[in-house]
């Protein structure tokens, strides 16, 4: 299967880089959101991030322009029509996903792949809620996308070997290396990072440390690049807090249960760095601690 066209649905931090990666690959890019106002945003933003990658000498300046030439916005499904592959990385909510899959299945071409790029949900059922379960796979970019190296596969039960391979060769020719996992909750990488970091929203929550204390205790004591309440913000305590409620009820271990703290910035709307506000408020010149 030979992929040119892709199409990204959702235009949040992940489709952004995503879009931002397939693009400096050469790929041609669409990306739709159900927002306008993230559409708009998403082109300057990945404008931004390809002039930061130029000035940083990992692409050269005459990469922007024709990258940005690549990626065209749209805010309907129609545009995926001539896909050869769409990958979903729209809200982490199963109920969201299952209504992109609803109106944008009816669109695709009988060949075209689908993948989702959720960081927890069973790729199975999703792609059971699709007319192609063999096409569909888990692409599991990380964030942010052009600058973290790996990108988590997942084969569902029904994902036939020609999806899968095709998978293998994109993330290769997006210089990225792949991971296979199996199709569990959470698959690698959060099964283990995102306990972690549900442990230390417990370990502010119950005053054994504050914001800055846990931060620094795990940059400087375990060698971690960034604090995990850092980390929690720059992931979204959104997509936190569903993946922490993936592995609650996925794997039925009260050792999941999300933290009450965790679930109160949710509802407080304090989504981390993309709401302005999270474990550290940025909406002036330093990020400051919310505890
Ligand atoms: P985000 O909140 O930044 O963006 C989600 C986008 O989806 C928003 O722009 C929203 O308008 C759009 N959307 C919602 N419903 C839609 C619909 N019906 N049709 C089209 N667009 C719709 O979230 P994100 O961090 O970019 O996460 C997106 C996906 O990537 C999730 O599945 C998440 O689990 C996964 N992921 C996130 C991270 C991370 O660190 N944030 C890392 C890897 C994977």
């Known amino acids: 299967m030979n992929i040119e066209r892709i199409g990204v649905v959702?235009?949040?931090?992940m489709g952004i880089g995503i879009a931002h990666v397939c693009a400096i690959a050469g790929y041609d890019v669409v990306m739709e959101d159900i927002n306008p106002d993230a559409l708009g945003k998403a082109r300057a933003a990945i404008e931004r991030n390809l002039q930061r990658q130029a000035a940083r000498g990992i692409i050269t300046p005459n990469d922007v322009a024709p990258a940005l030439?690549?990626?065209?916005?749209?805010n309907d499904f129609e545009v995926m029509r001539?896909?050869?592959?769409?990958?979903?990385?729209?809200t982490e909510d199963e109920q969201v996903k299952r209504a992109v899959y609803r109106d944008l299945c009816p669109r695709l071409g009988v060949n075209t792949m689908l993948a989702s790029n959720t960081s927890s949900i069973s790729i199975t059922r999703l792609a059971a809620a699709t007319d192609r379960p063999e096409k569909f796979i888990g692409l599991h970019f990380m964030n942010p996308a052009p600058v973290m190296q790996l990108v988590e596969i997942i084969?569902?039960?029904?994902?036939?070997?020609?999806?899968?391979?095709?998978?293998?060769?994109?993330?290769?020719?997006?210089g990225k290396t792949s991971a296979q996992s199996e199709d569990f909750p959470a698959f690698i990488v959060n099964r283990i990072l995102l306990p972690m970091i549900n442990e230390a929203v417990y370990t502010l929550y119950e005053g054994v440390g504050s914001v800055e204390a846990i931060d620094t205790a795990m940059r400087l004591g375990a060698n971690h690049p960034m604090g995990p309440l850092q980390l929690a913000d720059f992931i979204g305590l959104d997509t936190a807090l569903s993946v922490m409620q993936v592995?609650?009820?996925g794997l039925a271990d009260s050792k999941y249960r999300p933290c009450p703290l965790l679930v109160k910035?949710?509802?407080?709307?304090w989504l981390g760095r993309k709401a302005g506000r999270g474990f550290y408020d940025y909406r002036g010149e330093k990020p400051v601690p919310t505890r």
């Open 82 to 90: 001539d896909r050869d592959l769409v990958i979903e990385a729209a």
């Open 69 to 74: 030439r690549r990626i065209r916005t749209a």
């Open 155 to 174: 084969r569902g039960i029904a994902t036939d070997d020609e999806t899968y391979h095709a998978a293998v060769e994109l993330v290769k020719k997006t």
């Open 265 to 269: 910035y949710v509802e407080a709307g």
């Open 247 to 249: 592995l609650y009820e």
């Open 10 to 13: 959702g235009a949040g931090q």
